[in-house]
């Protein structure tokens, strides 16, 4: 196959703004002694941080908002009794509240000696253990910071995600490939090749998946953008060529690599109404 042609795909704009998910590390955090970081081969990144005394020691996330909405904090966190299972917790100068970590509802935990994610809710003020108050920080734009202080000794924490949705985010990919949600249009832009505006047939916009997949041809198009619907979950890769008129086809573009995920967040079930009476 003779080799002439030389093309440079962009990715074009998906169209769909993706919700606001901050995601932090607590080993990467600000710790005051004696809160600590210590490796968990089951924590994520394989590093967590253990409240190593009760009542003394602290880890502070700092993080910038760009769009001004209501926040919650979904927490990843070891609970595996009752003895290490809360924080005090500030945002920016609010009051302190303290955070049960394995409390799903008014009087019910679940206790569990595997890492877990919980919605970070507070007592209000009130210092009955059984109470929860659902936390929602409406952040302006700018930045912000979330202090956790030991109040259990043991009490563990490995990762926050700071969300304006009510579900729980999805961990990022280990890798740094874009995502899009399956079914999602992708629309790819390219190039005309130097020297050839009257000599191009046609262009063909080929897709891999996983990272070492062979690549299929899937559009065949005159026009230099292709939009695609077929997408799979995992990574998808596209690239491009050029077929002149004499049916030689270029050598492939750059490639492009995209994670196609079910979406952005998982969801999960609401917390039970709270407060039932006869009015």
């Given at each position: 196959?003779?080799?002439?042609?030389?093309?440079?795909?962009?990715?074009?704009?998906?169209g769909v703004?993706?919700?606001?998910?901050?995601?932090?590390?607590?080993?990467n955090?600000?710790i005051?002694?004696?809160?600590?970081?210590?490796?968990d081969?089951?924590?994520?990144g394989?590093?967590?941080v253990n409240?190593?005394?009760?009542?003394?020691?602290?880890?502070?996330?700092?993080?910038?908002?760009?769009?001004?909405?209501?926040?919650?904090?979904?927490?990843?966190?070891?609970?595996?009794?009752?003895?290490?299972?809360s924080?005090?917790?500030?945002m920016?100068?609010?009051?302190?509240?303290?955070y049960?970590?394995?409390?799903?509802?008014?009087?019910?935990?679940?206790?569990?000696?595997?890492?877990?994610?919980n919605?970070?809710?507070?007592?209000?003020?009130?210092?009955?253990?059984?109470?929860?108050?659902?936390l929602?920080?409406?952040?302006?734009v700018?930045a912000?910071?979330?202090?956790f202080r030991?109040?259990e000794a043991?009490?563990?924490?490995?990762q926050?995600?700071?969300?304006?949705?009510?579900?729980?985010?999805?961990p990022p990919?280990?890798n740094?490939?874009?995502?899009?949600?399956?079914?999602?249009?992708?629309?790819?832009?390219?190039?005309?090749?130097?020297?050839?505006?009257?000599?191009?047939?046609?262009?063909?916009?080929y897709?891999?998946?996983?990272?070492?997949?062979?690549?299929?041809a899937?559009?065949?198009?005159?026009?230099?953008?292709?939009t695609?619907?077929?997408t799979t979950l995992?990574?998808?890769?596209?690239?491009?060529?050029a077929?002149?008129?004499?049916?030689?086809e270029?050598?492939?573009?750059n490639?492009?690599?995209?994670?196609?995920?079910?979406?952005?967040?998982?969801?999960?079930k609401?917390?039970?109404?709270?407060?039932?009476?006869?009015?």
């Amino acid at each position: 196959m003779k080799t002439w042609l030389t093309i440079v795909p962009v990715l074009c704009a998906f169209g769909v703004q993706a919700a606001t998910n901050i995601v932090l590390e607590a080993e990467n955090a600000v710790i005051a002694a004696p809160m600590a970081a210590y490796n968990d081969a089951a924590a994520l990144g394989g590093r967590a941080v253990n409240a190593a005394s009760a009542d003394t020691g602290t880890v502070s996330f700092t993080f910038n908002i760009t769009e001004a909405s209501v926040y919650n904090v979904w927490c990843r966190v070891l609970a595996p009794d009752a003895g290490t299972d809360s924080f005090y917790i500030t945002m920016d100068s609010q009051a302190e509240d303290i955070y049960d970590t394995a409390r799903i509802a008014e009087n019910q935990n679940v206790y569990s000696p595997n890492w877990q994610w919980n919605l970070m809710g507070g007592r209000g003020g009130v210092s009955a253990s059984g109470t929860i108050i659902p936390l929602n920080y409406n952040l302006g734009v700018g930045a912000h910071t979330l202090r956790f202080r030991s109040r259990e000794a043991g009490s563990k924490l490995d990762q926050i995600i700071i969300t304006n949705t009510n579900s729980v985010p999805q961990p990022p990919p280990t890798n740094n490939y874009p995502n899009v949600v399956l079914n999602q249009p992708v629309t790819l832009a390219w190039d005309y090749p130097t020297n050839s505006l009257t000599n191009i047939a046609t262009f063909i916009v080929y897709r891999a998946l996983g990272e070492a997949g062979a690549h299929n041809a899937q559009v065949n198009t005159t026009n230099q953008t292709a939009t695609l619907t077929n997408t799979t979950l995992g990574v998808n890769r596209f690239m491009v060529t050029a077929r002149n008129k004499a049916g030689l086809e270029s050598d492939p573009s750059n490639e492009i690599r995209l994670n196609v995920v079910t979406s952005t967040n998982t969801p999960v079930k609401p917390r039970p109404p709270r407060n039932v009476r006869i009015p």
